[in-house]
Protein backbone atom coordinates (compact mmCIF):
# COMPACT_ATOMS: atom_id res chain seq x y z
CA UNK A 1 0.00 0.00 0.00
CA UNK A 2 2.93 2.16 0.65
CA UNK A 3 4.79 1.24 -2.28
CA UNK A 4 1.50 2.76 -4.38
CA UNK A 5 0.90 5.93 -2.90
CA UNK A 6 4.84 6.63 -3.02
CA UNK A 7 4.34 5.66 -6.56
CA UNK A 8 1.83 8.34 -7.27
CA UNK A 9 2.77 10.91 -5.63
CA UNK A 10 6.73 10.83 -7.45
CA UNK A 11 4.21 10.58 -10.70
CA UNK A 12 2.71 13.61 -9.50
CA UNK A 13 5.48 15.66 -8.91
CA UNK A 14 7.24 14.81 -12.55
CA UNK A 15 3.90 16.05 -13.80
CA UNK A 16 4.00 19.11 -11.97
CA UNK A 17 7.07 19.63 -12.31
CA UNK A 18 6.98 18.88 -16.94
CA UNK A 19 3.70 21.05 -16.74
CA UNK A 20 5.54 24.05 -15.16
CA UNK A 21 8.65 23.28 -17.55
CA UNK A 22 6.03 23.60 -20.75
CA UNK A 23 4.33 26.13 -18.76
CA UNK A 24 7.59 28.46 -19.38
CA UNK A 25 9.79 27.35 -22.07
CA UNK A 26 6.60 27.63 -24.77
CA UNK A 27 5.25 31.41 -23.35
CA UNK A 28 4.08 33.82 -25.79
CA UNK A 29 6.58 36.54 -25.23
CA UNK A 30 4.87 39.15 -26.92
CA UNK A 31 1.03 38.95 -27.59
CA UNK A 32 0.13 41.07 -30.57
CA UNK A 33 -3.46 42.44 -31.22
CA UNK A 34 -3.26 41.06 -34.57
CA UNK A 35 -2.83 37.59 -34.00
CA UNK A 36 -5.60 37.98 -30.62
CA UNK A 37 -8.34 39.36 -32.51
CA UNK A 38 -10.94 36.78 -34.24
CA UNK A 39 -10.96 36.71 -37.96
CA UNK A 40 -14.39 37.01 -39.41
CA UNK A 41 -14.29 36.40 -43.13
CA UNK A 42 -15.43 39.35 -45.23
CA UNK A 43 -14.68 41.62 -42.35
CA UNK A 44 -11.99 43.88 -41.16
CA UNK A 45 -11.43 43.31 -37.10
CA UNK A 46 -9.03 46.19 -37.26
CA UNK A 47 -12.17 48.87 -38.04
CA UNK A 48 -14.93 49.77 -36.83
CA UNK A 49 -17.93 47.18 -35.54
CA UNK A 50 -20.57 48.85 -36.92
CA UNK A 51 -19.39 49.14 -40.85
CA UNK A 52 -21.77 47.39 -43.28
CA UNK A 53 -20.46 44.12 -44.92
CA UNK A 54 -20.41 44.05 -48.47
CA UNK A 55 -22.69 43.09 -50.81
CA UNK A 56 -20.38 41.40 -52.59
CA UNK A 57 -20.04 38.74 -49.76
CA UNK A 58 -23.92 38.45 -48.87
CA UNK A 59 -24.16 37.58 -52.77
CA UNK A 60 -21.57 35.21 -53.35
CA UNK A 61 -22.98 33.32 -50.18
CA UNK A 62 -26.46 33.30 -51.32
CA UNK A 63 -25.60 31.93 -55.11
CA UNK A 64 -23.68 29.22 -52.78
CA UNK A 65 -26.86 28.12 -51.12
CA UNK A 66 -29.27 28.61 -54.32
CA UNK A 67 -27.10 26.16 -56.17
CA UNK A 68 -26.07 23.88 -53.41
CA UNK A 69 -30.04 23.42 -52.62
CA UNK A 70 -30.42 22.65 -56.73
CA UNK A 71 -28.03 19.87 -56.19
CA UNK A 72 -29.79 18.15 -53.28
CA UNK A 73 -33.07 18.63 -55.10
CA UNK A 74 -31.58 17.35 -58.53
CA UNK A 75 -29.74 14.48 -57.47
CA UNK A 76 -32.56 12.43 -55.91
CA UNK A 77 -34.80 12.98 -59.19
CA UNK A 78 -32.32 11.88 -61.18
CA UNK A 79 -31.96 8.72 -58.67
CA UNK A 80 -36.05 8.05 -58.93
CA UNK A 81 -36.10 7.87 -62.54
CA UNK A 82 -36.62 4.45 -62.92
CA UNK A 83 -38.95 3.61 -59.95
CA UNK A 84 -41.62 6.54 -60.78
CA UNK A 85 -44.30 6.84 -63.73
CA UNK A 86 -42.23 9.02 -66.23
CA UNK A 87 -45.28 11.27 -67.29
CA UNK A 88 -45.09 12.61 -63.39
CA UNK A 89 -41.50 12.58 -63.66
CA UNK A 90 -41.15 14.32 -66.41
CA UNK A 91 -43.95 17.07 -65.50
CA UNK A 92 -41.84 17.86 -61.82
CA UNK A 93 -38.38 17.96 -63.35
CA UNK A 94 -39.84 20.58 -66.24
CA UNK A 95 -41.71 22.68 -63.54
CA UNK A 96 -38.44 22.42 -61.33
CA UNK A 97 -35.74 23.24 -63.84
CA UNK A 98 -38.82 26.02 -65.38
CA UNK A 99 -38.99 27.78 -61.67
CA UNK A 100 -34.88 27.76 -61.41
CA UNK A 101 -34.64 29.50 -65.30
CA UNK A 102 -37.53 32.42 -64.57
CA UNK A 103 -35.59 32.82 -60.63
CA UNK A 104 -32.54 33.24 -62.76
CA UNK A 105 -34.04 35.51 -65.39
CA UNK A 106 -35.53 37.67 -62.82
CA UNK A 107 -32.12 38.38 -60.67
CA UNK A 108 -30.72 39.31 -64.24
CA UNK A 109 -33.62 41.70 -65.36
CA UNK A 110 -33.12 43.22 -61.77
CA UNK A 111 -29.44 43.57 -61.87
CA UNK A 112 -28.82 41.32 -58.94
CA UNK A 113 -25.96 39.10 -60.58
CA UNK A 114 -23.96 42.35 -61.73
CA UNK A 115 -20.69 42.47 -59.27
CA UNK A 116 -19.70 45.74 -59.78
CA UNK A 117 -22.16 49.14 -60.18
Known sequence: ???????CVMIMTLLVILMTMIFFIFKKKKMKLNKMSP?????????????PFSIHFFS?????????????????MIMSMKFSMMKYWMMTSISLLMILVLGLYH???????????
Open 60 to 76: ICMLFLIFDIEVIIIMP
Open 39 to 51: FECGFNSMTSKRM
Open 107 to 117: EWKNGMLKWTK
Open 1 to 7: MMLIISF
